[in-house]
């Protein structure tokens, strides 16, 4: 691997006396896209927030870009230029299409109040240039998408929905993007367009780092170039795709241990 965009060290998290994350060490690449996987309660979301900087690590650090960023917060670390999805959709639902993905693009504004009353052509040039960038990230997905952009995102079908949080996240720019189960509610066809639009992805921005966390063992195993496994807070596995499912505490971790014997 080339020097690490992103690196934790011993990362820990406590929640009083509960261990949610227990010393974790993961590197990802630039360009790279690594799979997280374990089951129910094993950390993955966690890690996220920990990242995120929605939970403060109660010891160990996290390194983005070369900078030490254990400890910043969420709007801080968002600017360096992480960005995330959420299991639980967070779209206003009664917004539209366009204005979900702005919401995306705020901490990246270089206009505000003063410019929209006496500045307005900067308003005005700023806000056109959003919103082409919203057409064509939504294009990327949906050719159909940009024509609905000003339809409330709650009138869209579960797949767009995903569609628009994922063009949210990459409208702030980002070099990491952290996907927590984007095929959630999905079905297989659905999660089959799913593994084509982060195809898409890749190939438009190969230089954007992806940690993607999924419970769809085919979308893991379809998309990412390597695995690290949780269970109970701790990494247990890393490798390829074949080699962390052929792990014998991961398998005991999604199976029980009588059944992994088998």
Same mark, same amino acid.
């Given at each position: 691997?080339?020097? %690490?965009?992103l ?30 996987? *374990? ?11 920990a990242?995120? $900087? ?8 996290i390194v ?5 960023? /254990? ?9 360096? $230029?992480?960005?995330? /999805?959420?299991q639980?959709?967070r #779209? ?34 700023e ?5 082409e960038?919203?057409?064509?990230? #939504?294009?990327?997905f949906?050719?159909?998408?940009p024509?609905? *952009? ?10 767009d ?8 996240a990459?409208?702030?720019?980002? /070099? ?7 095929? +959630?509610?999905?079905n %297989?066809?659905?999660?089959a367009?799913?593994?084509?639009d ?5 190939a438009?921005?190969? $230089? #954007?780092?992806v940690?993607?966390i ?7 195993? *379809? ?32 199976l $029980?241990?009588?059944r992994?014997? +088998?």
């Amino acid at each position: 691997m080339n020097a %690490p965009i992103l690196e934790t060290r011993r990362l820990t998290v406590r929640f009083g006396g509960l261990v949610a994350l227990d010393g974790v060490d993961v590197a990802v690449g630039p360009g790279e896209t690594l799979g997280v996987i *374990g089951p129910n309660g094993s950390g993955k979301t966690t890690f996220f927030n920990a990242l995120t $900087g929605l939970y403060t690590p109660a010891a160990g650090e996290i390194v983005f870009g070369g900078r030490r960023v /254990t400890g910043l917060e969420a709007h801080a670390i968002a600017r360096l $230029g992480i960005a995330r /999805t959420f299991q639980a959709s967070r #779209l206003c639902l009664a917004l539209s299409v366009f204005d979900n993905i702005l919401i995306g693009m705020h901490a990246r504004r270089t206009t505000g109040l003063a410019d929209s009353v006496v500045r307005r052509w900067r308003f005005r040039r700023e806000m056109g240039a959003a919103l082409e960038r919203a057409a064509h990230l #939504l294009a990327l997905f949906n050719r159909e998408l940009p024509g609905r *952009g000003f339809e409330p995102v709650g009138q869209l079908p579960q797949i767009d929905r995903r569609r628009v949080e994922i063009c949210r996240a990459l409208a702030a720019g980002p /070099t990491l993007l952290l996907l927590d189960e984007p095929s +959630a509610g999905m079905n %297989p066809e659905e999660t089959a367009e799913l593994m084509r639009d982060l195809q898409i992805v890749r190939a438009e921005m190969p $230089g #954007l780092s992806v940690i993607i966390i999924e419970h769809d063992m085919f979308v893991i195993e *379809g998309v990412s170039g390597r695995v690290v496994a949780f269970n109970y807070g701790r990494k247990i596995a890393e490798g390829s795709f074949a080699a962390v499912a052929a792990h014998e505490e991961v398998r005991q971790a999604y199976l $029980g241990t009588e059944r992994a014997r +088998a």
